[in-house]
């Protein structure tokens, strides 16, 4: 079974800028979309953006020109770069490869001051 691990979750102040990491145990970013989703309190699991195995990507209007979402396949890791925090940003955020079902554990992503 693959393992999608993310780390890169903190606490930031308003306007800062975070960089969340997803790694697959096995290479399979070029086979699949990847995708993150976040998690708020109370709150259903939303989509945030996605990668295509062809490389397009998807955003949320809410992240567009704020949050970049990238991978490296040599390293079976995906990247979601977050500039421009806001407070209602924060979630626990997951990594998918929706199509396979596959979900890490979360990080939590904060954004007070």
């Known amino acids: 079974q693959v393992q999608l691990v993310e780390s890169g979750g903190g606490l930031v102040q308003p306007g800062g800028s975070l960089r969340l990491s997803c790694v697959a145990s096995?290479?399979?970013?070029?086979?699949?979309?990847m995708a993150w989703y976040r998690q708020a309190p109370g709150n259903q699991r939303e989509l945030v953006a996605h990668i295509a195995s062809s490389g397009s990507t998807y955003y949320t209007n809410s992240v567009k020109g704020r949050f970049t979402i990238s991978r490296d396949l040599g390293k079976s890791t995906m990247y979601l770069q977050m500039n421009s925090l806001k407070p209602e940003d924060t979630a626990v955020y997951y990594c998918s490869a929706p199509i396979r079902s596959l979900w890490g554990q979360g990080t939590q992503v904060t954004v007070s001051s």
């Open positions: 096995e290479s399979i970013f070029s086979d699949y979309t």
